[in-house]
């Protein structure tokens, strides 16, 4: 089975400060898409960054940005600047053949005040 | 990009019965997916539904527990069938819009 892979089950971060969350995932195509979801405690979920497999250039939006390496199949996610609105549950998603989503078992981000 | 609208938002049910769940979509969409997430899981892909042709499902789900209809290229369900505690989830609705997937809101379910 292709897999994702989140190391870290949670992560504590000083309001300000940056926080970064790993994420390795498992695939034999050379064309697809990479993600970072975040559901905060009323379970939407919401697109934080998206990245192309055949982009070398690491995505970014606002304060949040990517170290993508193709190679080690590595796609870690950055959080600047944390803010307490960033607190919730991330989730590292890979696009696959067929359109499906494959997603990692999650991260929780916890921000202190 | 696309907005899902899906009911219930949550509900409590007794084991036995069915459930149906409901997303539309303001889009017409080609496919549609269905995923489910456990008390502090992640999210776990039931199946694939295309407009006009039978659901696809995933490893360890069946069409007789989760039957899916997708009438038109806006709309979907998902029953979830014969309840029993362990079904007690979030199931959200998904689509894929431009290089994204779009979310519904979920629904809470609990079986007691």
């Known amino acids: 089975a292709q897999t994702v892979t989140q190391s870290q089950p949670e992560m504590s971060v000083q309001e300000a400060e940056t926080v970064t969350l790993s994420c390795t995932y498992d695939?034999?195509?050379?064309?697809?898409?990479l993600f970072w979801y975040k559901q905060p405690p009323s379970r939407q979920m919401i697109l934080v960054i998206r990245?192309?497999?055949?982009?070398?250039q690491n995505a970014t939006e606002n304060r949040f940005s990517v170290n993508f390496q193709k190679a080690a199949k590595s796609f870690s996610l950055k959080i600047s600047d944390s803010q307490l609105g960033d607190a919730a549950m991330y989730f590292c998603?890979?696009?696959?053949?067929?359109?499906?989503?494959?997603f990692g078992g999650g991260t929780r981000v916890l921000v202190k005040p | 990009s696309a907005v899902i609208s899906q009911k219930p938002s949550r509900d409590i049910c007794q084991r036995g019965t069915s459930l149906t769940i409901q997303c539309q979509v303001d889009s017409q969409v080609t496919m549609m997916f269905w995923y489910r997430q456990q008390p502090g899981q992640s999210l776990t892909l039931i199946a694939t539904?295309?407009?006009?042709?039978?659901?696809t499902y995933e490893s360890g789900f069946v069409i007789d527990k989760f039957p899916i209809s997708r009438p038109n290229l806006t709309f979907s369900t998902l029953t979830v069938s014969n309840m029993s505690p362990e079904d007690s989830s979030i199931y959200l609705c998904s689509v894929r819009w431009g290089n994204g997937y779009t979310f519904g809101s979920g629904t809470r379910l609990t079986v007691v």
């Open positions: 998603a890979r696009g696959a053949a067929g359109n499906k989503l494959t």
């Open positions: 990245q192309e497999a055949y982009k070398q």
């Open positions: 695939t034999s195509e050379s064309d697809y898409y």
């Open positions: 539904a295309n407009q006009g042709s039978e659901a």
